[in-house]
């Protein structure tokens, strides 16, 4: 299974390499990362995936590959910071969407 997880995150990086803007890839690193005991690094690319106006809250709240990440206060500060009604980054992640 590691070596599969590590051609995994070649992939992901990859994917980067030739489209900067590849969230999905992002997704997968931040994904990846705590199953490899990353945690830090798993919240950098969260964070990079909302910036760049992901907006499926309720799918990162179905993943199971980082429920390893729930308990951290650093998740409560993302979910809370992109997903609160009436944030700045809410508004940002709805004006991405399309949604009014």
Known sequence: MKDKRKEAK???ERAIELDPEMM???YGLACW???EGKKTRS???????MKKGFCGRAWIDADHD????????????????YFAAGS???RKLKEASGED
């Open 24 to 26: 999905c890839a992002y």
């Open 10 to 12: 070649r992939l992901f």
């Open 33 to 35: 990362c705590p199953l």
């Open 66 to 81: 980082i429920d390893g990440l729930r308990a951290d206060p650093m998740y409560l500060k993302l979910m809370s910071e």
């Open 88 to 90: 700045s980054a809410s």
């Open 43 to 49: 919240f950098e690319f969260l964070e990079k995936v």
